[in-house]
């Protein structure tokens, strides 16, 4: 499977952005899907993932309440809509996925996109 992430950009405290993830070579309805992110000089960090249903969805605590992850496995894509972002959400995000149920580590996902990067101004 080759994952697309998509989306970045430049953005102003409070500002809004929507991530896309284009899958193909796959099915993408098997996967649960992952988006992640990292800061310069931090490790990868679990942002939010979303199984192949769509049903649920789990979140960092440091983003809850602020971003949407969503998937429309018709157009083998999944999103990551942001709102009220913050500085700290600066990182370059991945997005991935796994065959596996929602999994919150890195580890556990099996191909990975290049990652687009985010950058939010105070």
């Known amino acids: 499977v080759q994952l697309q992430a998509s989306g970045g950009g430049y953005v102003q405290a409070g500002g809004s952005l929507r991530l896309s993830c284009a899958a193909s070579?796959?099915?993408?309805?098997?996967?649960?899907v992952g988006w992640f992110r990292q800061a310069p000089g931090k490790e990868r960090e679990f942002v939010a993932a979303i199984p192949w249903s769509g049903i649920i969805s789990y979140y960092a605590d440091s983003v809850k309440g602020r971003f949407t992850i969503s998937r429309d496995n018709a157009k083998n894509t999944a999103y990551l809509r942001m709102n009220s972002l913050k500085p700290e959400d600066t990182a370059v995000y991945y997005c991935?996925?796994?065959?596996?149920?929602?999994?919150?580590?890195?580890?556990?996902?099996?191909?990975w996109g290049q990652g687009t990067h985010v950058t939010v101004s105070s």
């Open positions: 070579g796959g099915v993408f309805s098997r996967y649960a």
């Open positions: 991935a996925v796994t065959t596996t149920v929602i999994q919150t580590t890195a580890r556990e996902y099996d191909y």
